[in-house]
């Protein structure tokens, strides 16, 4: 008995410095230019958070696949669900900037742009988010996402837009795929997604998804 207490002890300890190890080494994993696929569980806003922090960036390019899952029937408060940007600053406190899609009368994706500025909310602010396009399941589509001359500029596909992005700072960290914000989904979604690094453009796989 007095050995299974050890044992049970030792391991309610062991976890969250489990945890803690698992997400810090994913945070120092380089993913660029190689495909990898995102879930997240349904009734969940996020997968397993591991975050990308850096101390210096502007801007970043990335590919990513849509499918089947992105569809679901509306919700009463249907906000946006995010897939991928950067926040600059602590939690948006400054600004960020994202791509973002949404499913509205339960059969059209629309994808658009999303973000806060000195931190104001995107419903908050005028011109702070618009809809860029619509998009289709099993197709990959190309963003770019830049801060220059003092705004936030998204290109994504042959589509342009930006906004102000107020004032902002040196560091900050990438901001993962997070579904609603009001709502989560009843079923798992996923998305397959490759961000860009081309400081080596010698190195460069062929971005077609492999699996």
Same mark, same amino acid.
């Given at each position: 008995?007095? /050995?299974?207490?050890?044992?049970?002890?030792?391991?309610? &300890?062991?976890?969250? @410095?489990?945890? /803690? $190890?698992?997400?810090?080494?994913?945070? $120092?994993?380089?993913? %660029?230019?190689?495909?990898?696929?995102?879930? /997240?569980?349904?009734?969940?806003? !996020?997968?397993?958070? !591991?975050? =990308?922090?850096?101390?210096?960036?502007?801007?970043?390019?990335?590919? $990513?696949?849509?499918?089947? %899952?992105?569809?679901?029937?509306?919700?009463?408060?249907?906000?946006?669900?995010?897939?991928?940007?950067?926040?600059?600053?602590?939690?948006?406190?400054?600004? !960020?900037?994202? @791509?973002?899609?949404?499913?509205?009368?339960?059969?059209?994706?629309?994808?658009?742009?999303?973000?806060?500025?000195?931190?104001?909310?995107?419903?908050?602010?005028?011109?702070?988010?618009?809809?860029?396009?619509?998009?289709?399941?099993?197709? /990959?589509?190309?963003?770019?996402?830049?801060?220059?001359?003092?705004?936030?500029? $998204?290109?994504?596909?042959?589509?342009?837009? =930006?906004?102000?992005?107020?004032?902002?700072? %040196?560091?900050?960290?990438?901001?993962?795929?997070?579904?609603?914000?009001?709502?989560?989904?009843?079923?798992?979604?996923?998305?397959? &997604?490759?961000?860009?690094?081309?400081?080596?453009?010698?190195?460069?796989? %062929?971005?077609?998804?492999?699996?």
């Amino acid at each position: 008995m007095k /050995i299974a207490i050890r044992i049970l002890t030792v391991v309610i &300890i062991l976890l969250p @410095l489990t945890e /803690i $190890f698992l997400v810090s080494n994913a945070t $120092f994993l380089d993913y %660029s230019n190689e495909w990898r696929e995102v879930e /997240i569980r349904k009734g969940n806003h !996020s997968y397993y958070p !591991s975050v =990308e922090f850096f101390s210096s960036r502007n801007e970043i390019e990335f590919y $990513f696949k849509t499918n089947d %899952s992105w569809y679901y029937p509306e919700p009463v408060r249907n906000g946006w669900n995010k897939l991928r940007g950067f926040s600059k600053g602590l939690h948006h406190d400054n600004g !960020s900037a994202r @791509l973002v899609y949404k499913c509205v009368n339960d059969s059209t994706l629309l994808v658009g742009s999303y973000c806060y500025v000195n931190g104001v909310h995107p419903n908050d602010g005028d011109g702070l988010q618009a809809v860029l396009d619509t998009i289709q399941p099993d197709n /990959i589509y190309h963003c770019i996402i830049k801060e220059e001359d003092g705004k936030f500029k $998204f290109y994504y596909e042959d589509k342009y837009w =930006e906004c102000d992005a107020g004032h902002t700072k %040196s560091w900050g960290y990438m901001l993962n795929p997070f579904i609603g914000g009001v709502f989560t989904l009843n079923h798992d979604w996923y998305v397959e &997604i490759v961000d860009i690094k081309r400081n080596k453009p010698e190195s460069f796989k %062929s971005f077609e998804p492999g699996f």
